[in-house]
């Protein structure tokens, strides 16, 4: 407990440092690209328009929830997703790619999974920000259910972070750790119903085990949350059960991520 409050007290110190150096790597990623943070959009913004296609279009897969078109069905469900996605594998090379950072003495080495991840937080504002305006081009209202966005972008980052700090760790050691987490990566986008929908499976005797299942990945809940804010209008005080299961994972994901974390730090500089 106290490594951890010395942490927050750190970054609280160093927030200006952690701020500017966040803004270093995402304007890092686009040096010497002729279209620049274009190529940001370019690959979410394809992979969006694959997916309609495909599920929209050609097996005309409708939108569960009544009146909402299909497009904005998906986009709420996969932009977070996208977030999570892109924090956990550039937050996993992370001290491999500062290791000139790693190697100083002065300089506390928990701060560069939280640069990573604030780096990732400015594309996904911007991603939160093309959602708001293409519910507006369909005509949609703002309203107030859509600032809990906020909430579960936090709740998210949290999540993430608890694993990154694991998985950054562990792969100053394994350098197999970052194609590990990109295997299930692609395998997690299919275990929540990003694309497809829990109703598929109603009136079948497993439907039960389906739904029970599906609600132990802490993803679900951020994902249904996103929903429930864009296209329902639900409070996350509408489901205290989920919330507080999310939290108490979410606890213990960065407890074990900073444990870890905090007892391979001495060895970081020797292999790196």
């Excluded at 952690?18 to 304007?27: H, P, S």
């Excluded at 293409?134 to 703002?142: D, E, K, N, V, Y």
């Excluded at 590990?180 to 829990?198: N, R």
């Excluded at 489901?239 to 994901?253: D, E, H, S």
Aim: one cysteine or more.
């Amino acid at each position: 407990m106290e490594y951890i409050i010395s942490l927050g007290k750190d970054i609280v110190k160093k927030r200006r440092l952690i701020g500017d150096l966040a803004k270093a790597d995402f304007r890092k990623r686009f040096v010497g690209s002729y279209f620049g943070v274009v190529w940001m959009f370019v690959q979410p913004i394809v992979t969006v328009l694959i997916y309609y296609f495909v599920f929209g279009v050609g097996l005309r897969s409708g939108s569960p929830v009544e009146g909402v078109p299909y497009v904005l069905w998906l986009v709420s469900g996969i932009v977070p997703w996208f977030y999570f996605s892109e924090v956990l594998n550039a937050g996993t090379n992370c001290l491999s790619e500062y290791s000139y950072l790693v190697k100083k003495v002065v300089f506390r080495v928990e701060i560069l999974p939280i640069i990573k991840i604030l780096s990732c937080l400015i594309v996904h504002a911007i991603f939160i920000l093309i959602m708001v305006g293409l519910h507006l081009c369909f005509g949609w209202a703002p309203r107030i259910s859509w600032f809990q966005m906020i909430y579960y972008s936090f709740a998210e980052t949290m999540f993430a972070m608890g694993i990154v700090y694991f998985t950054s760790a562990i792969q100053v050691f394994f350098k197999d750790m970052a194609q590990i987490v990109g295997i299930c990566l692609q395998f997690g986008m299919w275990l929540i119903p990003i694309m497809w929908q829990e109703e598929q499976f109603a009136g079948r005797s497993y439907y039960p085990v389906v739904q029970a299942v599906v609600k132990l990945n802490p993803m679900y809940y951020v994902m249904t949350g996103y929903r429930d804010s864009m296209l329902l209008g639900n409070g996350f005080w509408e489901k205290p059960r989920q919330t507080v299961y999310f939290w108490a994972v979410t606890l213990c994901v960065c407890f074990v991520g900073l444990k870890v974390f905090k007892r391979l730090r001495p060895h970081f500089s020797d292999v790196l």
